[in-house]
């Protein structure tokens, strides 16, 4: 139901005990107030965000270890899930991009961002929850940096620091004096742009996500509470559309989380195999 608990009673009402309109959600629910600090409270501290963080941090770690914690050669119900998840993270993912002995090698990284990712997408559609991790640039960038770490230091193990560097800068095959003009948009668009771009990418659709559901719950709780007559009957017509985008959004958050894992395996292929 995500959004539609917590939006209901402050739109039920205004500071005058009133109908108050209907109230949008604004950027301001994504940069809550800290509500507890150490110090100064200038760089240790803790928001609403920052504890969904948390919850889902700790409830994928304790789902995770309930499933494999009696590892067995017949599996029960809890180990062939993590096992049909890990097998399509293998097969659909790393070996669309990497050689056999590469994928099992990057499987771990790669599982541990796809999963991850999910957990922290799928907050967004969880009630009293009802926000993504990922839509402030904070934790996408994190995760994109790491992406980008692992492509730098699989070329060089695979070339050589000198060799990766020049493949990637100076493409084979174009007329040397063209070097002046390739090598910084090669140095812009592989070193640069590719991690912002994975960034962009999930914090975007994580924020769209957010502020799509989050207006479709406000304006069945205003539909419900403060609209008169026939309106109220249009109250059914956006729940059930705020439904329907409820489950787009579960499908949005794992397919995010699928994007940037194949991204960073390709990534990571590349480096490897240079041009």
Not at 44 to 61: D, E, K, Q
Not at 250 to 260: E, H, S
Request: with cysteine; glycine share 8%; net charge neutral.
């Amino acid at each position: 139901m995500s959004s539609f608990v917590s939006a209901l009673v402050p739109l039920a009402s205004s500071e005058d005990g009133e109908g108050g309109g209907m109230h949008m959600p604004t950027i301001d629910e994504l940069f809550p107030q800290p509500f507890w600090t150490i110090g100064d409270g200038t760089f240790w501290s803790l928001n609403r965000l920052g504890l969904v963080r948390i919850i889902a941090t700790l409830a994928l770690v304790v789902l995770i270890y309930l499933g494999a914690r009696r590892a067995r050669l017949v599996p029960g119900r809890g180990q062939s899930t993590f096992e049909l998840l890990i097998g399509f993270v293998h097969k659909q993912i790393c070996e669309a991009a990497l050689s056999p002995a590469a994928a099992r090698k990057y499987l771990p990284y790669i599982a541990t961002l796809f999963v991850g990712i999910f957990a922290l997408n799928i907050t967004g559609v969880i009630p009293f929850l009802d926000v993504s991790s990922n839509s402030v640039v904070a934790v996408p960038l994190i995760l994109a940096l790491c992406t980008w770490i692992a492509f730098v230091v699989a070329g060089i193990k695979a070339h050589g620091f000198g060799h990766f560097i020049a493949d990637n800068l100076f493409p084979k095959g174009a007329p040397k004096v063209m070097y002046i003009i390739l090598a910084p948009i090669e140095f812009l668009s592989t070193f640069i742009l590719r991690p912002v771009t994975l960034t962009v990418r999930l914090m975007a659709n994580m924020i769209a996500g957010h502020f799509l559901l989050a207006a479709f719950f406000a304006m069945t709780s205003y539909l419900f509470v403060e609209a008169s007559g026939a309106l109220k009957a249009m109250g059914v017509v956006s729940f059930i559309a705020a439904f329907a985008f409820t489950l787009f959004e579960i499908f949005v958050a794992a397919l995010q989380a699928y994007i940037f894992s194949l991204l960073s395996t390709v990534y990571i292929g590349l480096a490897r195999e240079g041009h």
